[in-house]
């Protein structure tokens, strides 16, 4: 199973990224056309909200249009709510490999729910985190 962190799905939206949205477009097209399931993690859904509401609040897009990308978004991939145990992995993960608290909470949260690949940018391409590889799609 696979999940994407909110960079990709930010990227793919903004204009002012030439380079990285193409890629994050085309990823989001192909795992959207796998017949393996991607999952939306509840606290990537809130990080790209809570950029959008910026980007509303600079003028970048309307409110409306915000609405709508996270609609969007919701509609592509069913969102995955973590359990009260992910936050007890996740402080052991931070422990373990001295990563933020918020890439352990992803991380954590994608192990519980048994994807086994994590589309991002902010953490090591090619890791492996408690089953969970993490690949930098932009990684050239």
Not at 7 to 34: C, F, G, M, W
């Amino acid at each position: 199973m696979n999940a994407v962190d909110a960079n990709v799905l930010l990227y793919s939206l903004d204009a002012s990224e030439p380079t990285k949205r193409p890629i994050a477009q085309a990823l989001l097209r192909e795992l959207r056309a796998s017949s393996e399931k991607t999952v939306l993690p509840w606290q990537v859904l809130c990080e790209v909200t809570a950029q959008l509401r910026t980007w509303t609040a600079k003028k970048r897009i309307s409110a409306a249009v915000a609405t709508n990308y996270i609609q969007s978004f919701r509609g592509i991939f069913p969102i995955k709510t973590p359990r009260a145990v992910v936050f007890d992995h996740a402080l052991e993960l931070t422990e373990r490999y001295s990563l933020s608290h918020w890439d352990s909470l992803l991380l954590a949260a994608c192990a519980d729910a048994g994807v086994t690949r994590l589309y991002s940018e902010d953490m090591d391409h090619g890791a492996d985190i408690d089953g969970v590889r993490i690949l930098n799609p932009f990684k050239a």
